[in-house]
Every structure is written in structure tokens, then in C-alpha cells.
């Protein structure tokens, strides 16, 4: 049995209830994580925690170092990630202050950051058609619907290149395509989890309208901080209540997402990149 990790947006920093806390630095192959993680047990299970801009929110999230944020956590012994995250709604129905428990992604980011541990010599074609663990999902949206929070089972998260948010145009663009969420952090963080084949899903916390209402205001960071901290409680609520119901071994394909990934001839590998790689492809090299 695995640790659960979580993954903390804009205004999740520190989750209480955590017992038996010890604060980690890891070193990656991928140089420095967002912060120290912190290791525990929250409702009886075995957590890691980390919040991605780190305390006090200090790193832009187009600077996040999302490779070695997901290496630390595979490192630690986690194999399912809850990431929770504050997000612009682009539909009408998802008001602000609901929860969306997403299950597409569309990158917007143009591959600005670092979205893959396949390089330096190694090449693996993991399947991303179903980005999100459908099990460690619909234990979250069940945990949600049944603690009465208004919160919607699937959408899609349109990930776009921070740290400004959207002018007019790309919010209209977005919602003609039909996309239900935007942010700016959790598509690098589904690709890199499936590589490392651990769960993940991600909580949207829905914080504001973008741009587009014509009857709301544009955003702003007090707006989606204000309306964030409304329902932070809830988010740790849904997280609590939903990783103590988690059976105790994963049945999804996760966990074996490289069995027939990787395409590279095996003698062709350089030595340095099986080192570093050791943690995630050693069962397969």
C-alpha cells in the first residue's frame, strides 16, 4: 500500500489533522522541488503533502518545477495524487465557490515546461487518452456529492500559460471549444503521474467566472483568493473523508502505464539516464 499525495493550488498551503508531521526535503535528478513535503497520517492513512507554489505562495506557476515535484513524491512512496486546484469557470453552470472533479485536459502552455521524464536517451509513448485515474475521481466525487457540496463529475481543464491571466478573446475562444475550466498548473502534473504511473485527479475549485460574464467582473487575485478561502474547508473535508474510503490496494491500469511504453532500444539507453530513470523504469530494464 502506497502514500496518498496531495498536491496544494493557490491558497491550500498546510492541511490540519495531519499527525506524526515530518517536513522532508528531496533531492531529484530534476533539481528542486516547490518546497519541503510533509509526511503523516492524516484519517489513518499515510499522506505526503506539498504545496506547489510553496509557502506563501512564491513560485509563478509557469516556473514550478513540476518534474521534481512528481519524482519527490513517487520517491516517498506515493502512488495516487489528489491535486487540488483553484480554477476560472467557463460554462454558466459552474458557479463559483463548485467543485469539478475534472477528467479531460487541453494543454495551452505550448510545451513551455518541462512535461515528460522521457528525454537524455530514453523514449516512452505512455496512452494519456483518459489523463485522470477514474477510480481516485469518482472516490473524490462521490465523497463530495455525499457531504452535500455542489460539485460536478467530469470537464475539461484548459491549461494555459500563467502567470496573467486571459484576455477577453481567449476566454471566448475557450468557451467556443467548449472547455468548462481553466488554470494553469495540473496538465504537466497528469502527464508526468501517468509516467510515473501513480493515480491523480484533481479537485477544481471553481474561484471566478474569467473574463467573460458580462454580468460578473473580471478577475482578480483578491477575487479568487477570497473566493478560494471560502471553500478551502471543503476541499480538505472532501480530501479527508475521501482518502479514508480509498481501498487499500489500486485495481486501475496506472500502475502499469509503462509495461508497454517504452520503446527504446534497451542497449541504447545511456547509464546516467537508467540512474536517474531507476525509480520509475527499474521493473521494466
Not at 463559483?96 to 515546461?113: E, G, I, S
Amino acid at each position: 500500500m502506497g502514500r496518498i499525495g496531495i498536491i496544494g493550488g493557490s491558497g491550500l498551503y498546510q492541511i490540519e489533522g495531519i499527525k506524526k508531521i515530518k517536513k522532508i526535503a528531496v533531492a531529484t535528478p530534476f533539481g528542486k522541488t516547490s518546497g519541503a513535503f510533509v509526511t503523516g497520517v492524516l484519517e489513518g492513512r499515510e499522506v505526503v503533502f506539498v504545496p506547489r507554489h510553496n509557502i506563501g505562495h512564491r513560485i509563478s506557476p509557469s516556473h514550478i518545477n513540476y518534474r521534481a515535484n512528481i519524482f519527490a513524491m513517487k520517491k516517498l512512496g506515493v502512488d495516487r495524487i489528489i491535486s487540488v486546484a483553484a480554477c476560472g469557470s467557463l460554462k454558466e453552470g459552474l458557479k463559483p465557490l463548485d467543485f469539478v472533479v475534472v477528467d479531460q485536459f487541453v494543454d495551452r502552455t505550448n510545451y513551455a515546461r518541462d512535461t515528460s521524464f522521457f528525454t537524455d536517451g530514453i523514449v516512452a509513448h505512455i496512452e494519456f487518452a483518459h489523463p485522470v485515474c477514474r477510480e481516485l475521481s469518482d472516490a473524490l466525487y462521490k465523497t463530495a456529492d455525499g457531504l452535500n457540496l455542489p460539485v460536478h463529475n467530469g470537464g475539461t481543464y484548459i491549461n494555459m500559460e500563467g502567470p496573467a491571466f486571459s484576455t477577453l478573446a481567449e476566454s471566448n475562444l475557450y468557451r467556443s471549444w467548449g472547455m468548462d475550466v481553466i488554470g494553469m498548473t495540473n496538465f504537466a502534473e497528469a502527464k508526468l503521474a501517468r509516467e510515473a504511473e501513480m493515480c491523480y485527479a484533481t479537485l477544481a475549485a471553481v474561484t471566478d467566472y474569467d473574463c467573460w460574464h458580462s454580468h460578473h467582473e473580471s478577475v482578480t487575485i483578491e477575487m479568487i483568493i477570497s473566493n478560494l478561502q471560502s471553500n478551502i474547508g471543503n476541499a480538505k473535508k472532501i480530501i479527508g473523508a475521501a482518502i479514508k474510503n480509498l481501498p487499500e490496494e489500486r485495481s486501475c491500469s496506472c500502475k502499469d502505464a509503462l509495461k508497454y511504453a517504452i520503446i527504446t532500444d534497451r542497449k541504447l539507453i545511456p547509464q546516467k539516464t537508467k540512474r536517474d530513470l531507476k525509480l520509475i523504469i527499474g521493473k521494466y530494464i
